[in-house]
């Protein structure tokens, strides 16, 4: 019986070395962190919905021909992806102005932009992910201009998919984050959307009354997280068999 070996432990997420060479698990904690962890709270259950939406989500991107690194859910709390080297960028669309955008360009929130709106931030928990451009991503090697296209055309590709699942269920996708990884075949390299999509890195507002239903709840002291994750959960049809439960990361072998 061997352990798996923690490669990473993120805010919201532990990374483990896979069972097979090139494939990782992805373990959802119940921690909820806002303001680069200077707010902090375990919200019991949200590991358990994020698992089940991100699963949900990356599924229906890689049905619709939109390459993710899912590979399946394990359990509650886990699941196998492909492993790739993260491009270190947050990748931002918009459709709504709301957030740090309302804030830098006083834009009210809610106010429709547009066009969806395309933004990068450098990775860096220190700096605080600062908002950077193209220039800075192209001098700087984060990414190619060949990536950008290519991350550019996954942005919008995801912006589509998941603004038309969210208006079928009555919700109004303002905005979402998304990160995108290299995998290699062989010498051949590809990007794939990566790390998680779920209501910690997406905005989602009901259409009938503008309720929010994601992470600003914590955010902003709003009310109860889980049961705003539940509901966008029970709207699309995504709800845990057996009530969220505190578990502990499996063992293998
Ligand atoms: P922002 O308006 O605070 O820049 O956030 C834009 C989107 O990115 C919003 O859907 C929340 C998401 N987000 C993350 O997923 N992680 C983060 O660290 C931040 C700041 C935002």
């Keep these: 019986m061997a352990r798996r070996k923690k490669i990473y432990e993120g805010k919201a997420k532990i990374i483990y070395e896979g069972p097979e060479p090139g494939t990782i698990v992805q373990y959802f904690k119940d921690d909820a962190t806002a303001f680069n962890a200077e707010k902090k709270d375990v919200?019991?259950?949200?590991?358990?919905?994020?698992?089940?939406?991100?699963?949900?989500?990356?599924?229906?991107?890689n049905n619709?021909?939109?390459?993710?690194?899912f590979l399946k859910r394990l359990?509650?709390?886990?699941?196998?992806?492909?492993?790739?080297?993260?491009?270190?960028?947050?990748?931002?669309?918009?459709?709504?102005?709301?957030?740090?955008?309302s804030k830098r360009l006083g834009i009210e929130e809610g106010t429709q932009l547009p066009r969806p709106i395309v933004e990068y931030c450098y990775k860096d928990d220190k700096l605080g992910d600062p908002l950077v451009s193209e220039e800075h991503i192209a001098a700087f090697g984060w990414a190619s201009q060949h990536d950008m296209d290519?991350?550019?055309?996954?942005?919008?590709?995801v912006n589509d998919f998941m603004s038309g699942i969210m208006f079928g269920v009555g919700i109004k996708l303002i905005d979402f984050k998304i990160e995108i990884g290299r995998v290699y075949d062989g010498d051949f390299q590809r990007l794939?959307?990566?790390?998680?999509?779920s209501p910690d890195s997406c905005r989602l507002w009901d259409i009938e009354t503008?309720?929010?239903?994601?992470?600003?709840v914590f955010r902003r002291d709003l009310g109860n997280l889980a049961d705003a994750y539940t509901e966008v959960a029970r709207r699309l049809g995504v709800m845990p068999?057996?009530?969220?439960?505190?578990?502990?990361?499996t063992l293998i072998n």
């Design 210 to 216: 503008g309720e929010k239903l994601d992470k600003d």
């Design 150 to 157: 290519d991350i550019v055309a996954l942005a919008l590709r």
């Design 75 to 101: 359990n509650m709390r886990e699941q196998l992806c492909r492993s790739c080297e993260i491009i270190p960028l947050e990748i931002i669309v918009r459709n709504y102005a709301a957030g740090s955008m």
């Design 43 to 61: 919200i019991e259950g949200k590991g358990v919905l994020n698992n089940r939406l991100s699963e949900f989500f990356m599924m229906g991107l």
């Design 64 to 69: 619709v021909g939109v390459p993710t690194h």
């Design 241 to 249: 068999k057996q009530a969220p439960q505190p578990t502990k990361p």
């Design 192 to 197: 794939v959307v990566a790390d998680e999509i």
